[in-house]
């Protein structure tokens, strides 16, 4: 984003409940050590909350009551519960209680912004304070503007209610609209320019005020401030055209082509499960204008496509359903190909080369030309070091082959087949080995969402010092009562709370996501520009009303287990319902998630613009990937592992056996995100620009041709079928630099081996990580950062020998 963008059981049954929490602030405020006693009542506290629905139903509602009972009328202020009709609004922002709440919530926020400006413009012409506060001043307004439209871009994306995903819509384009005039406001810029040029304002201001004026201040220069009027009024009538249109991208990305693909008789009669293939006949049954004599019409639904693609030998079959599966609507490109098009023409109005080359200049890779040469090494690489070898082992697989090159050979309908065969020739060979196996126990027994997050807490606790505690939720407070749970993320270093996560694992509709919805940002009391009292019922402040919290939510796309009962908790006089088991792969998504979330909980910065998350796009990534090495980890995954029935730890044994009996394509899968990156390279590239520009931009762009041109280059699994890259949400989220998860996660595996594999669970590492990289957010230079982190005084210059260092393989 631009400059300012960015019913009660018994009292018995209370007290158990939050005897836990009673008992952990009593610590905390004491300081004294944990029990394990202490730890184990929390850690199961905690995972009951996410598995057991009752449970943290009872949880909420005791828990408001007794809060509500023990502070009525406290300082004036409504106690909200579900005992009452009052509410809350979204993340307790009394505004958001319903969609027309919303769009109100912009429009006073809008009018609020507008007078701000007015003020600020006259207090800076007035004295010497007008100025030192201009930059602080300015922060404010970002923050008052991102509040809103985070909120409303959360809501777009996650919300089940219509009429609140349109009200979003609606409140996006009242602000977003409002903020691109900002960026090209000249009198804005001007000021901050001459304060930041006066070298006896800046010795008065702070490191962190002078980065933010500086990081503000080449926005403005990025957004055509130099432009005249009418050049700057299409420039935001541009940069608007390409919001909406990313913004149809999103909401489209699971569209297909056809939800149905025909087959011919022959090919359906293959199908050798008799259960999927009644299942397709009872959607033939449903529905009118499928029925055929010669063709059977199947359905593109559900776990239909992906079990055909895994289980059937029918090439042909396999390749008319892979090509379906991912291809896009017409309609789709037509929006890819509008947004690229629009970008190209953005970055010459602005004088860059390409698009890319206008996204990189202030990044860590500097430019697209490093991006390229990084991503070719690393593609190189992954050939090198193992490509070939797992498609040979597919190859092996393969029925009547046509080509004797395994990499032109399998195709990317062959994937999912050809793994499936050869894990099953897997189990084959350890039965001879072992005639009377026995059976492997499911590895997602010991990895419910509460054990999980539980063990984050616990992990968290032994590198930060840093605990998650659940806490009840208001009505209104989420977007879903009966699945959303709040935890609030407490620092017993310094006994602070750092802010609030709000965590949905069972969304229907948003792929596993993070949204910052308000960052950390210090008050404005001091200079008389804000006031607790004013902000109270729109964020959550900290202990001392001097500081907006941290609002993070976590969105996943876990199914929901069955509501079987399994069993009861003990003493607690109620059937425990099967919690949702996880397989390590969503073990995966959860601490990737995470560790973008703690990323803006342990920052320690004053001004919004520049906190948590909110630091160069290809750091940003850091954090998340390196907690991807802790969730793959023995050491960390057999101490949170705990079977869901009977508390067991998980072994080494069985998380061995499990591992072995995972094919992991680990080589193809980085060469398959290279190819991604390379692809969101060369839609923003020079070649664009020049094709565009030779009919002065009013040709049309044929993003397909140059996706299928780029398959045929890099190979492996090459596709040259379907449309699968309208489908793929970065092209427009990161917009040429999806790069950053390969590079981060060169970067992780530095920060990994050179901190935290001797010891996943180590206090001193994760001091020194959180203390060189964390807590900085972006207000220090991310090469600094990792010269800090690794003790290399070479990666601080950031040129090429530094990207050299990242990239070399350990």
Excluded at 408 to 417: A, G, N, Q, V
């Amino acid at each position: 984003m631009k400059v300012l963008t960015r019913l009660l059981r018994s009292q018995h049954f209370i007290t158990r409940a939050n005897k836990p929490l009673q008992l952990l602030h009593q610590r905390a405020h004491n300081n004294l050590s944990y029990s394990n006693k202490l730890v184990d009542a929390t850690s199961r506290h905690l995972q009951k909350v996410f598995d057991d629905q009752k449970y943290f139903n009872d949880f909420t509602k005791t828990a408001t009551k007794a809060d509500t009972l023990s502070k009525p009328g406290l300082n004036g202020v409504r106690n909200y519960s579900i005992f009452n009709n009052n509410s809350t609004g979204l993340f307790k922002n009394e505004l958001l209680s319903t969609p027309s709440g919303l769009i109100e919530f912009s429009k006073k926020s809008r009018l609020e912004a507008i007078e701000f400006v007015d003020s600020m413009l006259h207090e800076v012409n007035q004295n010497e304070q007008g100025r030192l506060t201009f930059i602080r001043k300015l922060d404010q307004l970002s923050d008052l503007l991102c509040r809103v439209i985070d909120v409303a871009e959360f809501i777009r994306a996650s919300h089940p209610s219509t009429k609140w995903i349109n009200a979003a819509q609606q409140t996006h384009e009242i602000i977003f609209e409002y903020m691109n005039q900002l960026n090209t406001n000249v009198e804005l810029y001007h000021h901050l320019r001459d304060i930041l040029d006066d070298p006896v304002m800046t010795a008065k201001l702070t490191s962190e005020e002078i980065q933010v004026g500086e990081y503000l201040k080449q926005d403005f220069e990025r957004s055509g401030i130099h432009m005249d009027p009418e050049t700057r009024n299409n420039f935001v009538a541009i940069t608007q055209e390409i919001s909406l249109l990313g913004s149809l991208f999103n909401n489209e990305l699971r569209n297909l082509k056809s939800f149905w693909c025909e087959v011919s008789r022959s090919e359906f009669d293959s199908i050798e499960d008799e259960t999927l293939k009644q299942e397709i006949n009872g959607y033939q049954q449903k529905f009118s204008g499928v029925h055929s004599s010669s063709s059977v019409q199947i359905p593109l639904v559900g776990h239909i496509p992906y079990s055909i693609l895994s289980n059937c030998a029918n090439e042909s079959l396999r390749r008319k359903i892979w090509i379906l599966l991912h291809s896009s609507t017409d309609e789709q490109i037509e929006t890819l190909n509008g947004f690229i098009k629009y970008r190209a023409f953005l970055a010459r109005m602005l004088g860059h080369k390409s698009f890319a080359h206008y996204q990189l200049e202030h990044k860590m890779a500097k430019n697209p030309e490093n991006v390229i040469t990084f991503l070719t090494n690393l593609q190189n690489s992954s050939r090198d070091r193992g490509v070939l070898d797992e498609i040979k082992q597919l190859y092996n697989y393969k029925k009547n082959p046509q080509s004797t090159d395994p990499i032109e050979e399998i195709k990317p309908w062959d994937r999912d087949y050809l793994v499936a065969q050869l894990q099953q020739d897997i189990k084959l060979q350890q039965q001879k080995k072992e005639p009377n196996p026995k059976e492997l126990e499911p590895i997602h027994n010991y990895f419910s969402v509460g054990t999980v997050v539980a063990g984050l807490s616990s992990l968290f606790s032994h590198i930060y010092n840093v605990t998650f505690i659940p806490e009840p939720t208001l009505r209104g407070e989420t977007w879903d009562q009966e699945q959303v749970r709040k935890i609030k993320v407490y620092d017993h270093t310094n006994q602070r709370n750092l802010g609030f996560l709000y965590l949905d694992f069972w969304s229907p509709k948003v792929l596993p996501s993070h949204f910052t919805i308000v960052c950390l940002r210090k008050l404005n009391s001091s200079i008389g520009t804000e006031s607790k009292e004013q902000l109270q019922d729109l964020v959550q402040l900290d202990e001392d009303k001097t500081s907006q919290l941290p609002i993070i939510a976590l969105v996943c796309n876990f199914p929901k287990a069955s509501n079987l009962s399994i069993g009861r908790f003990a003493g607690m006089g109620g059937s425990k319902e099967k919690p949702t088991l996880l397989t390590l792969d969503q073990v995966d998504i959860i601490f990737h998630e995470m560790g973008h979330a703690m990323h803006s909980m342990i920052g320690k910065t004053e001004l919004h613009n520049l906190s948590g998350t909110r630091c160069t796009t290809d750091f940003v990534e850091l954090p998340s990937v390196l907690m991807e090495s802790f969730s793959r980890d023995r050491r960390v995954l057999c101490r949170i592992g705990r079977h869901h029935e009977t508390g067991a730890p998980l072994s080494e044994e069985l998380l061995q056996q499990h591992h072995h009996h995972r094919v992991a394509l680990e080589e193809c899968d980085s060469y398959m995100q290279s190819k991604m990156a390379m692809l969101d390279q060369v839609l923003h590239d020079e070649n664009v620009v020049a094709k565009l520009e030779s009919t002065n931009f009013k040709g049309e762009l044929d993003s397909t041709a140059i996706y299928h041109d780029l398959e045929r280059q890099l190979q492996v699994f090459a596709d040259e079928w379907s449309t699968w890259h309208g489908k793929f949400p970065h092209l427009f989220s990161y917009g040429a630099a999806y790069y950053s998860y390969l590079f981060d996660r060169a970067i992780a595996d530095k920060i990994w081996h050179g901190l935290f594999a001797e010891d996943p669970w180590s206090r001193k590492a994760g001091e020194k990580y959180k203390n060189s990289i964390l807590k900085w957010g972006g207000t220090r230079d991310p090469w600094v950062c990792l010269a800090d982190a690794l003790n290399n005084p070479e990666l601080s210059k950031g040129d090429s020998h530094a990207m050299e260092i990242i990239g070399r393989k350990l």
